[in-house]
């Protein structure tokens, strides 16, 4: 008895650190709700669409999203803090509204006032080995105007500065 509570708390640990990459599409809304808890956040799409962005790992290196229609079902999943996802970004034509539905919420963002631009940085695991961090430079207005990836500060060797 006392080995079957034991397996059944393991199974139960192991569905919990699942990621939502692993939902099928055309699963209800209600079922991955029910598994994966409340999404970071909820972007509108088209025809009653909606995108829910959900962040995991231990160092928010991975962030998924989830294209529900609006049936209330799973059409796409998508890891997005990726490279190749970035380098699709097109300086000079996307904005903040773009950036915000294919990337979510930043987790950190920065001013850079002699340049007027105003960065968001995404940290991920650039070829699933360096703990990197992309940079979104929009100007006042919104539109990218530059992309960069560099190292995660947080993993340099003095740590960020961000919190001095």
Same mark, same amino acid.
């Given at each position: ?34 598994? #994966? ?16 962005? !959900? ?30 996802? #970035? ?49 979104? !430079? #929009? ?15 947080? #993993? ?9």
């Amino acid at each position: 008895m006392f080995r079957s509570l034991i397996c059944a708390a393991c199974v139960a640990a192991i569905a919990g650190c699942a990621a939502p990459g692993a939902v099928a599409p055309g699963t209800s809304e209600a079922q991955l709700r029910a598994q #994966f808890g409340r999404p970071t956040a909820e972007h509108a799409l088209d025809a009653g669409a909606k995108r829910l962005e !959900y962040l995991t790992g231990p160092f928010q290196q991975t962030k998924y999203m989830v294209d529900v229609d609006a049936g209330g079902r799973v059409q796409r999943v998508e890891q997005v803090l990726t490279y190749e996802k #970035f380098a699709r970004l097109r300086v000079g034509i996307d904005d903040r509204t773009v950036v915000l539905r294919e990337f979510g919420i930043p987790f950190d963002e920065r001013p850079y006032p002699l340049s007027g631009l105003t960065a968001w940085m995404y940290p991920y695991k650039e070829n699933g080995a360096w703990n990197s961090e992309m940079a979104v !430079y #929009f100007d006042k207005s919104g539109i990218v105007r530059k992309v960069e990836s560099g190292p995660d500060p947080r #993993f340099l060797r003095n740590g960020s500065d961000r919190d001095r």
